[in-house]
């Protein structure tokens, strides 16, 4: 039994699940709801202009070049900051130990087969299974831009199809995160809770706990109007920018700004070489953060006890 043929069988199991099912019908009524609600808008939008884009939530904001396509790309990958972290930490919290639980595990160790092979087979099948939905909301963007008429040009698809990648990327994240946790609970039950449980807090709470955290550590606020206040200020945003360096959703957010940013005094998109530097902290910080738990729960499934 080979990579892909465990990866095969991951991906059909989790197309199976009543999770996916549940969260992939969030996904389609949110893309339903927001091509209901923006559709008047859109086709209003005659003149693409540059704006400021603040994602306040996660610590990222920027001049966005908003044409048609870039509007509801940035407004459909925003929400899939929260659904695409659960989803991904869904996906991967139960992939080793229900194999545990269930006692398949010898069965499947039982083929001629590796476990490097089981945990890469895993993983594969699950990031097949997210690929399959983050480009599915693309192409369900771009058709139905299309339906209503609106010309497409050629850099807004090229900078969606980036912006995909970097959905994808970050979805990878959780599922990395999670794959992790399901080697080292035991009960797929405890490592689901703590993985979306994770999710949500980095996506939804964490943000709105970063300033409260920051102008604690900031210090004592001196008198308003004094330089000592000015100065806290500084610190105040100096300890914000720490705070959220250590969330995922932070990178992935401000790669979102870098993928559609735009140049005010041109009135078009920042080039994307210029646009790319400014972020590759960020896109470096993702791949830690995916690369990182994979290590950890590789080396975690090849010395596991698995009796």
Do not use: C
């Not at 925003?78 to 545990?100: K, P, Q």
């Not at 200020?233 to 940013?261: D, T």
Request: neutral net charge; without cysteine; proline residues 4%.
């Amino acid at each position: 039994m080979s990579v892909v043929n465990i990866a095969t069988k991951e991906l059909y199991t989790a197309v199976k699940s009543k999770r996916f099912v549940i969260l992939i019908s969030i996904y389609v009524l949110f893309l339903l709801l927001l091509a209901y609600s923006i559709k008047d808008d859109v086709t209003r939008f005659t003149e693409p202009s540059v704006g400021y884009n603040n994602l306040g939530l996660f610590g990222a904001g920027g001049n966005m070049y908003m044409t048609p396509l870039s509007f509801m790309l940035s407004v459909n990958f925003t929400f899939f900051t929260i659904l695409g972290a659960i989803m991904g930490a869904a996906l991967g919290a139960d992939a080793i130990n229900r194999e545990l639980e269930t006692g398949t595990v010898r069965v499947l160790l039982g083929h001629p087969v590796y476990r490097d092979e089981v945990i890469n087979g895993k993983f594969l099948g699950n990031a097949i299974l997210l690929s399959v939905v983050v480009f599915s909301g693309y192409v369900f963007t771009v058709a139905f831009l299309m339906i209503l008429g609106i010309p497409l040009d050629g850099e807004s698809v090229f900078r969606g199809f980036l912006a995909f990648l970097v959905t994808l990327i970050y979805t990878l994240v959780f599922l990395s995160f999670s794959l992790l946790l399901s080697t080292v609970f035991r009960k797929s039950e405890s490592s689901m809770l703590v993985a979306i449980g994770t999710a949500v807090f980095m996506t939804m709470i964490y943000g709105l706990l970063v300033s409260l955290i920051a102008e604690h550590l900031a210090g004592e606020m001196p008198p308003y109007g004094t330089p000592a206040f000015e100065a806290w200020k500084e610190g105040v945003k100096l300890w914000e920018g720490r705070l959220h360096f250590i969330n995922p959703a932070h990178h992935y957010a401000s790669l979102m700004m870098a993928v559609f940013s735009g140049d005010p005094a041109a009135n078009y998109y920042t080039p994307m070489g210029e646009a790319f530097a400014l972020a590759i902290n960020n896109l470096a910080m993702l791949m830690v953060f995916l690369l990182l738990p994979f290590a950890v729960a590789y080396v975690r499934f090849m010395t596991q006890d698995l009796r």
